[in-house]
């Protein structure tokens, strides 16, 4: 169960449940290219980030449950746990530039690199969208479009003009509200954010819902808490073993 839990918990680490929204302010542009600098701007303003969180994921009519919590230091190093309720690990997947790990501790299975098989409904690209961002979530050529008095249509595609993210941005406050990744021009994963909430002069989603089209798999994730910037030490992204090791 916990292998399906961890393919849904991939973008868990950014957002929780519905409260009064925050009042708006005022933006310094209504230009949707200005409003998408905005967008972009504020996430490079964040440097680090720690995120305790609740999930729960569906699939194949099951539903399971856990805690989590997340660390990423940017450029290029993230941690997700998933534990159970009394504190036993089930899940840990640490990133940090070309290295990745997956750690099942119930299963006494640790994975270096994509597993190869279909039991686990993430990939290394998945996360770095969601956590590390940057090119990662925004990737080669996006171009923003109004679409409605409220809403902005960013479309990034590669050189051969394929499309890969679809983004939609509120711009009555330049918040990302939908992101849909593509492969081959179908759609793959869709994650819906909410119940945006001020964190440190920043608005941060609390609510997140993401949906593996083709595997079926459903996830609900709520943030309790934030840690915007927080000093991480190198040390919090060591893997269960050494990189590598059989």
């Not at 079926?216 to 190198?234: F, G, I, K, W």
Request: hydrophobic share 45%.
């Amino acid at each position: 169960m916990w292998r399906a839990a961890a393919g849904c918990v991939a973008l868990a680490g950014v957002v929780a449940c519905a409260a009064r929204p925050p009042t708006p302010v005022p933006l310094p542009t209504e230009d949707p290219a200005g409003i998408f600098a905005l967008v972009r701007a504020r996430e490079e303003q964040i440097v680090s980030l720690r995120a305790r969180f609740t999930a729960e994921n569906q699939r194949d009519g099951e539903t399971h449950r856990a805690d989590g919590v997340l660390l990423v230091k940017k450029p290029d190093k993230f941690r997700l746990r998933m534990m159970l309720p009394f504190g036993l690990t089930v899940f840990d997947y640490v990133s940090w530039g070309a290295h990745a790990q997956m750690a099942l501790p119930l299963e006494d299975r640790i994975v270096d690199g994509p597993p190869q098989d279909n039991s686990v409904a993430l990939s290394q690209q998945d996360l770095g969208q969601a956590f590390l961002r940057g090119p990662n979530a925004f990737p080669g050529t996006c171009v923003p479009a109004r679409t409605a008095e409220q809403t902005i249509v960013v479309l990034c595609r590669d050189p051969s003009w394929a499309l890969l993210r679809r983004i939609i941005i509120n711009a009555h406050d330049a918040t990302i509200r939908d992101e849909t990744s593509y492969d081959a021009g179908v759609p793959r994963l869709v994650i819906r954010y909410d119940d945006y909430r001020p964190v440190d002069g920043r608005l941060l989603p609390y609510h997140i819902a993401l949906q593996y089209l083709e595997q079926h798999l459903s996830l609900v994730v709520a943030v309790q808490r934030y840690e915007v910037n927080p000093a991480l030490a190198d040390d919090l992204f060591q893997p269960v073993q050494p990189w590598g090791t059989p």
